[in-house]
């Protein structure tokens, strides 16, 4: 879902200061890899990526266990998701990997657009019935 916004707020030409002439979309792969600085970026964050996946998932130090697989509580924060009962922990999981493959599919969608602009077809209107 993250993926999404961040295509969009990017798109609209909202950039962090200093990333101004970064531009929008898999384009700012080519950009960033292109310079030292963008070599930068893209390892920091990946370092950021390890970091946080390091830090909430198998804390040994944190005394909690995982309940199931992705379930990243680090006893920071409590939301009540304890008081559920299993029957409503499932229905919730399950919506929330539904809004998860439903974010991957806006993606995808947001990249093929992108490319398939420079081969001619008009990004305002579904590519249905376009592609042969």
Do not use: C
């Not at 295509?7 to 384009?27: C, M, Q, S």
């Not at 199931?68 to 304890?82: C, E, P, Q």
């Amino acid at each position: 879902m993250l993926a999404v916004v961040g295509y969009l707020v990017t798109a609209a030409g909202i950039r962090f200061p200093g990333a101004e002439d970064v531009p929008a979309g898999l384009k700012a792969f080519d950009y960033l890899l292109a310079s030292k600085d963008g070599q930068n970026v893209l390892l920091q964050m990946l370092a950021f990526f390890a970091v946080a996946t390091i830090v909430n998932r198998d804390a040994e130090w944190l005394d909690v266990e995982a309940e199931h697989v992705g379930d990243y509580r680090n006893g920071a924060l409590d939301f009540g998701w304890d008081k559920f009962d299993d029957a409503t922990k499932l229905k919730k999981r399950t919506v929330e990997l539904n809004n998860g493959r439903a974010a991957m599919m806006g993606i995808l969608g947001l990249m093929v657009h992108e490319k398939i602009v420079p081969l001619g077809y008009d990004a305002d209107l579904p590519i249905i019935g376009h592609l042969q």
